[in-house]
Structures are given as C-alpha cells and as structure tokens.
C-alpha cells in the first residue's frame, strides 16, 4: 500500500506505541485522527491527543484530535464520521487502545465490574470500530485494520503445586481473556472481508519501553531494560501497510518478538 494520501484513525494515541504509530504515520503523508479517552493529561503519565497532533503537524503532517472512550459506540461512531469528514476517507484503523489495568483477587473474588470493564475496551470497542469503519474502507477499494494484542491471550502450563504460578497471572484473568477473544474476533471477521480488499491483522508488540514501563521501572515494579524499544512494533506496523499485498498477513498474529528475533 502506497501510504501517501490515506487517512487512518489510531486510537490510545495519547502516549505510548499509539503515539509513535501515530507519528510515523503522518511522516508519510497520511493523514491522521489521533485519538484517546481524554484530552488532559492525568496522573504522571505524559501525553495528549494535541502534543501528538502537534507533533505530527511540526513534522509537517496532517491530523485531527478527537476524544474518544472506546467502551462508547457514540464516540466510535463520531470518530469515524469526524476522521470522515475532516479528510474524505478511511483506510487504516490501528485499534491500539486497551484497558490493562487489572486486580490480583482469585477467580471467586474477582470484580466482575472490571471483567466487564476491560471486555467493553478491548473487545467491543474493536468490534464496533470495526463493524463502523468497513463501510469506508469498502469504499476506497480496501484498507487495512491492525488490531493490538497480547501474549497475554496464550494458553498457560497449569503447574500441580502450591499456588502454580498462579498469583503472577491473577491480574490478567481479565486482560488475557480479553486478549484472546480480540485474537479470535480478527481472525473470524478477516476471510469475509478479503473479497474486499481489507485486511485485519493482529500485531503483538510484545515486552515494549512505554512510558508506563518506564514509569514502573522507576518504581522498582519491573525491570523495563530487558523491554524493546518502541520504534520496534511501530516497524511491523509499517510492514505490514506497506507490503504489495497486505492481504497476505490478513487474520494473523504477528509477534514483535518474532520479527525482530536474531
């Protein structure tokens, strides 16, 4: 795919693998929605929908800022209608947003607001990007979806003693699952859309420097130095545009780890 002209929506572009996506995106003449669930920055962690607008415009880009909470068809549907309207087509969607956030309390006790929670972000948040950004895609002949996953979705070895390993996974029971049923989702949806010239392909950034990781690593929760830098996942997102024929990578999980192996 020849990059130049297109127009994409990424979304948790605020920060992270998302902004980077972002960024190297508009450097190639596309021109970009950058999209986040808010607009001010929360907390610690650095990062608005508007520095990274205003980022990619300095690189001498196109882009639009929209506040958008995935868990919200509303804000799906503006979204798209808003990237629409501001460029006059759609051909990439980088469903890059996820709620991580998790809770270490065993299956009995586990909240099942947050199970829930984390299904509207991760898996019906796509779902619905998905099912509303086709018709545009159909539309300018074909397009390409990148959904982001996680090894998180692997199945495990079950361990017959004390606790099993088990108190280590207690915080991804959510995330993993939801992982998993993203992994299945694209891959289900992808032959249907082949006839349409579309592609929909899962990446697995795998262990990345995120300024989260960073942030942790500061407070000594993990050790962020044996992580890949986050230029790494962006480049298989590229290869994966760019190819003659994307199509090739269509209901796929392609891992960072894998690809950048050696």
């Known amino acids: 795919m020849d990059l130049n002209g297109k127009a994409a929506i990424v979304t948790g572009a605020s920060r992270g693998i998302g902004r980077q996506i972002a960024l190297e995106l508009g450097r190639r003449g596309v021109s970009v929605a950058v999209a986040a669930r808010s607009v001010e920055q929360k907390g610690r962690l650095p990062g608005t929908v508007g520095e990274t607008v205003g980022m990619i415009e300095a690189a001498g880009g196109r882009a639009i800022a929209v506040q958008a909470d995935v868990t919200r068809e509303a804000d799906i549907g503006r979204l798209v209608d808003e990237t629409v309207q501001a460029f006059g087509r759609l051909d990439i969607v980088i469903n890059n947003a996820a709620d991580t956030r998790g809770v270490t309390t065993p299956i009995e006790a586990y909240p099942r607001d947050v199970w829930l929670r984390q299904f509207d972000s991760n898996v019906h948040g796509p ?88 942030m942790m690593g500061e407070r000594g929760l993990i050790d962020p130095s044996h992580a890949h830098p986050m230029a790494w996942p962006v480049e298989d997102v590229l290869t994966i545009l760019t190819a003659d024929d994307p199509l090739q990578y269509a209901g796929q999980i392609l891992r960072t780890d894998e690809l950048h192996a050696g």
């Open 127 to 214: 779902f619905t990007m998905i099912s509303l950004a086709v018709p545009h895609l159909r539309a300018q002949g074909g397009g390409v979806i990148v959904n982001l996953t996680s090894s998180s979705a692997e199945l495990t070895e079950v361990k017959r003693e004390p606790g099993g390993g088990a108190h280590h996974q207690l915080n991804l029971i959510g995330y993993g699952a939801t992982k998993a049923a993203l992994n299945r989702l694209s891959n289900a949806v992808a032959p249907y859309l082949v006839a349409d010239n579309i592609a929909v392909v899962c990446l697995d950034p795998g262990g990345t420097r995120t300024e989260l990781m960073e």
